[in-house]
């Protein structure tokens, strides 16, 4: 089992930025998963946006993030990170943090979501 619970959401300003956090916890080894960091704006499905491999710091994000966004994870304190730079107002959304293990394509685990929202 894998406990997630994020925070740093908040209300900020176009061109500002957050930094979201994810604490992850549970009886595991933090090496055999992929931890990603997903979000749904209100009226909208659920999208994809960065993950990290836990052990070997592979990354991806989404198109609409690159440039702007970068995940990170300090393992050490079990904690996954996303710094969001150059915020939009079309980023505004509930924000979750996931895991899976390498060997599976679905994430199982997902923290409780923290919201950001981006005023114009």
């Known amino acids: 089992q894998v406990q997630l619970v994020e925070s740093g959401g908040g209300l900020v300003q176009a061109g500002g930025s957050l930094r979201l956090s994810c604490a992850a916890s549970?009886?595991?080894?933090?090496?055999?998963?992929?931890m990603g960091w997903f979000r749904q704006a209100p009226g909208k499905e659920r999208e994809f946006v960065a993950s990290?491999?836990?052990?070997?710091?592979?990354?991806y994000y989404a198109d609409s993030v690159k440039g702007r966004f970068t995940i990170s994870r300090d393992n050490a304190k079990n904690t996954v990170y996303l710094q969001m730079n150059s915020l939009k107002p079309e980023d505004t959304a509930v924000y979750y943090c996931?895991?899976?293990?390498?060997?599976?394509?679905?994430?199982?685990?997902w923290g409780q979501g923290t919201q950001v929202t981006v005023s114009s």
């Open positions: 996931a895991a899976r293990l390498l060997t599976t394509a679905e994430y199982n685990y």
């Open positions: 549970g009886r595991t080894t933090f090496s055999r998963h992929c």
């Open positions: 990290i491999g836990w052990n070997d710091g592979r990354r």
